[in-house]
């Protein structure tokens, strides 16, 4: 038998030391959890980092309200079922505003209501350290971002003012007021994670697997009709169609792609031969060219 | 790769994965050798270009393209490119690829000398390092100096890819020319393998697919290589070492010890001692959520059980008992510099290896090594991404092993103390004897009984502020008062010290970085001969002040701040230094060329201004009497 650690035993292996090191070093962190596939995988990580222990930190979902109506639910079933202590904050200056992604675009619905609610529920409970589920293969500005990454008093990312990142030693230290976002499984690709979802038999949104939906067709891209907030344009219609989603948001803002992939063994050979990058389904990093850097210096994930 | 369209096809896929290894590599060499160039390469013969992106390429290609009609695949790694010139892309970026065999992932770094402490980033966590080199220029300094620092590194696997050989009409004399003077330039580096190369990353040519064009080359690939070189067997044999990050108490019948396999390898029934305490026990079981494991290796994130109930905490190690790390609390170690705010000898930080953490202080930078000649020369500071051999003590022993032989447990970084800034990166390369020789000598009698004897307290009041603040008058007269209630006391002036003890120093910030040094030093013997000591310095870093506080015991150290505006004390000018330093007769003046750093919290805050010598005084001795001092 071979000692070798394989890719995926590595990857593993670096995740749970990073949540073992913040556990260790930081009075009060949180993971960010978001629902999605990768958060799903950084969530059994943290299981794993301190079996036969619960984490021992919270764990919080930012609701923006446009949610899928299956993640909610999802959300809701995964922490009765694990047991785990989950916060969910919404804005609610955002709500009474009436802010939502149709009349206010995402650029301004996401700053206020993911953002702007973010900073709010980890300045409400002191949170020093947030874990949170973002890749470097992901986008540009990830691909220079540190594992543990410095946010000031502000809660914003100077890209030019990072840490050095050495070894596996990371700098903990931070001033009051200050804090860490870290990112354990910053060095998976989208691969590795729908690989490691299939070996580890993790639970995911059923949204991830393709299903006749009704979906409207709007600005290039396939958007499910959630619910009778989102009201048609003149000319536009919704029809079934068998779709899935490669990451999930506000539905609003994340686009379909036609598949007939409803396994995760056809989800894993769909993404051997796909020929689109995933964040090209989000409507939020189109917006505008380095819109991405731009959300992370004001305190975005 | 294939596409997986049948059951079976994919069951073989995921047996692959599970045999598939991560190799984390670094790419370095001067842009100008091709190194986008090749990475892009790489990236588009192991099909990780998706089509959107293939697209954005052509079109950024007939734009700004500079291969004519083929697609530039530097493009693909140059948009990061146009963010260099707002100074961003200094930093290492991280890349991922992978074929059936191997999972890559490629720190791709800046050349510049001036990014020399990022290149160190990418080094740190690489296995192998590709070294371009233009097969038309051969060995640069570039290439000298990122071979230095990739083996400064502990990187112990290069591959010498020489590009555009295609441009010297792929002549074997010049790839062989080049391997020579390579081979030789870095003979004392202790490169486990070294690969030399003949490739053209714009066309192909032995990099993922062997050369048609090179009929005396018999080498693997570059892909071929990365994918089949070996560099984990050396891990796994070292002896076994498993710095402990959390202990898991769940509940009073389970206490295990979380942590990564730094070396070596462990089965239940293993015997294993505590580091730092020599205090053995046996291993019981190897905890996962999975299971417990028959075995764990290296680089495996699991939790120990012991069979004895003994005291181990993060920080300290589990190891092999036949094959221990050492313990010290003095080493020597090579440090890279990381800080705009040079390294001075004689300063603390908190150092930090992967689970441990002290006070540590560098007391001697022995050299510098020139990173382009590897020269070692004298310095008295280290600047921004230089790099020094220093001697190095810590308030409490560390467990390690050189980093010669394990880069997890011999490595630290220095982090400021007031700022949390990581200034510097260091590997450890062996303890100072002295450390285990030299034991503090047990006095008989201690400092209390000789202040009880004087009947009083024993302290050292720091008199920190401007030249010119007023700092000796009020010390002067605080003396006369202590002599007057029948005190013992002694007065410590910075110009006195200067003429005797200190004559040898300058201004320097080296300097004046040791000349407070010395005089804390000299305080301390002070406080235990009984003495009330008074001392009165510019003392103009905060760095330093803290030093001192630190030599001495809680409470011992009283910050007094004379606090007289930069104005007031030049317009006095007692001694008409002022007036020579703002014509630039005198250098690194305080106040004028160099900064004096306020005490943020003083213990007693005399504002002079508007105010005689004798109501200070009266203000000091009331805050002296409120400290229980007089």
């Known amino acids: 038998m071979s000692q070798k650690l394989s890719h995926l035993k590595r990857l593993e292996a670096e995740a749970i030391h990073i949540f073992r090191e913040v556990a260790a070093s930081f009075e009060k962190p949180v993971m960010l959890y978001s629902i999605g596939k990768d958060s799903s995988v950084l969530l059994h990580l943290a299981l794993k980092a301190f079996y036969p222990a619960p984490p021992p930190f919270p764990f919080l979902h930012v609701d923006t309200t446009w949610k899928f109506q299956e993640m909610i639910q999802f959300r809701d079933e995964t922490a009765k079922r694990l047991g785990i202590d989950l916060i969910v904050h919404i804005n609610q200056d955002g709500v009474d505003q009436g802010i939502n992604p149709f009349e206010h675009g995402s650029n301004t619905h996401t700053h206020i209501m993911k953002t702007a609610a973010l900073r709010q529920a980890l300045d409400k409970y002191g949170f020093d350290a947030a874990f949170g589920g973002a890749r470097r293969d992901e986008e540009k500005s990830r691909a220079k971002e540190r594992i543990f990454s410095f946010r000031d008093a502000q809660h914003g990312w100077d890209p030019k003012n990072q840490r050095p990142e050495m070894w596996k030693i990371f700098n903990t230290r931070v001033a009051r007021g200050e804090s860490i976002r870290v990112f354990p499984i910053s060095n998976w690709t989208e691969l590795d994670i729908w690989q490691y979802i299939l070996l580890e038999d993790i639970p995911i949104v059923p949204l991830y697997f393709a299903k006749k939906r009704p979906v409207v067709e709007r600005d290039g891209m396939l ?35 036609e598949s007939d992939a409803d396994t995760l063994e056809a989800i894993v050979s769909e993404m051997l031969i796909a020929r689109t990058s995933e964040r090209q389904g989000r409507l939020i990093d189109r917006d505008e060219a380095g819109s991405m850097e731009k959300k992370k210096r004001e305190g975005y994930f | 790769m294939n596409t997986l369209e049948t059951p079976v096809a994919l069951k073989s896929f995921l047996a692959e994965q599970e045999q598939k290894t991560l190799l984390r590599f670094l790419t370095c060499g001067s842009v100008d050798d091709g190194k986008s160039t090749l990475i892009g390469r790489l990236l588009y013969d192991t099909k990780l270009i998706y089509e959107d992106q293939l697209a954005a390429l052509e079109n950024e290609s007939r734009k700004w393209g500079t291969v004519g009609e083929d697609i530039d695949l530097a493009l693909l790694v140059d948009g990061l490119e146009a963010e260099r010139e707002q100074g961003i892309t200094i930093d290492v970026a991280y890349r991922f690829f992978s074929t059936s065999r191997r999972k890559f992932i490629v720190a791709d770094t800046p050349g510049h000398e001036q990014y020399t402490r990022n290149m160190a980033t990418g080094a740190s966590t690489a296995d192998l390092a590709v070294v371009l080199v233009d097969a038309r ?23 010498v890819a020489i590009n555009k050989i295609d441009l010297v009409n792929y002549d074997r004399t010049i790839f062989d020319q080049i391997n020579e003077d390579f081979r030789a330039m870095s003979a004392d580096m202790n490169f486990a393998s070294i690969t030399p190369i003949p490739l053209s990353a714009r066309y192909g040519d032995n990099v993922t697919a062997p050369s048609p064009n090179m009929d005396w080359y018999n080498g693997p690939t570059l892909l071929g ?24 108490r769940p509940d009073l019948n389970f206490r295990g010890f979380a942590g990564t396999l730094a070396a070596g390898t462990v089965k239940p029934g293993d015997p294993v001692v505590v580091a730092k305490s020599g205090k053995p026990s046996t291993v019981k079981r190897i905890v996962t959520m999975d299971g417990d494991l028959d075995m764990a290796v290296e680089g495996q994130a699991v939790t120990l059980v012991l069979e004895d109930e003994i005291e181990v905490s993060r920080g300290n190690m589990l190891v092999a008992p036949a094959d221990r790390p050492e313990v010290a609390d003095q080493f020597a170690a090579n440090i890279v510099w990381f800080s705009e705010e040079p390294m001075l000898p004689g300063r603390q930080f908190i150092l930090r290896t992967e689970t441990d953490r002290a006070t540590v202080s560098i007391n001697d930078l022995r050299y510098r090594i020139d990173v382009n000649s590897f020269a070692h020369e004298a310095a008295k500071s280290l600047e921004l991404n230089e790099v020094g051999y220093c001697h190095l003590s810590a308030q409490s022993p560390i467990a390690f092993d050189p980093y010669a032989d394990n880069r997890a447990t011999g490595a630290f970084i220095l982090i400021d103390r007031l700022t949390n800034a990581t200034v510097g990166a260091g590997m450890i390369v062996h303890a100072l004897r002295r450390a285990s020789n030299v034991h503090w ?88 001969a009984g003495l009330i000591t008074l001392v009165s310095f510019i003392s103009p870093f905060r760095a330093e002040r803290q030093l001192v506080s ?33 014509k630039g007769e005198i250098k690194n003046f305080t106040g004028v060329d160099s900064p004096y750093e306020a005490p943020e919290h003083p213990d007693i805050h005399l504002q002079t201004s508007g105010k005689s010598p004798e109501e200070l005084l009266e203000i000091l001795e009331n805050a002296l009497r409120a400290k229980g001092i007089l």
Not at chain 2, 141 to 150: E, G, P, S
């Open chain 1, 223 to 257: 958007i499910m009709k959630d619910d009778e907030r989102m009201k048609l344009n003149p000319g536009e219609e919704t029809r079934d169609e068998m779709v899935r989603f490669r990451t999930l948001g506000c539905y609003p803002l994340t686009g379909a792609i």
């Open chain 2, 137 to 159: 220029k051969g060995i640069l300094t570039q290439t000298r100096r990122h071979t230095f620092i990739a083996s400064l590194l502990g990187i112990r696997h290069i591959i």
């Open chain 2, 225 to 248: 290589h990365l994918e089949t070189v070996d560099f984990e067997d050396e891990r796994l044999e070292s002896p076994f070492r498993f710095p402990v990050q959390y202990v898991l």
């Open chain 2, 550 to 582: 630190d030599m001495l015991e809680e409470g011992e150290f009283v910050e007094i701040f004379v606090d007289t505006p930069f104005e007031e004390c030049a317009k006095r000018d007692p001694k008409g230094l002022y007036a020579k330093a703002l």
């Open chain 2, 441 to 528: 000598q047990a006095l008989d009698i201690g400092k209390k009984t000789k202040a009880d004897q004087k009947g009083q307290t024993a302290a050292v009041l720091w008199f920190t502020g401007l030249s010119g603040s007023g700092k000796s008058t009020i010390a002067n007269l605080l003396e006369k008062k202590l002599l007057v209630e029948g005190r013992h006391s002694t007065i410590l002036d910075g110009d006195n010290v200067r003429h005797g003890l200190n004559r040898d120093l300058g201004f320097t910030d080296e300097d004046r970085v040791e000349n407070i040094r010395r005089v804390g030093e000299v305080s301390k013997l002070m406080v235990d």
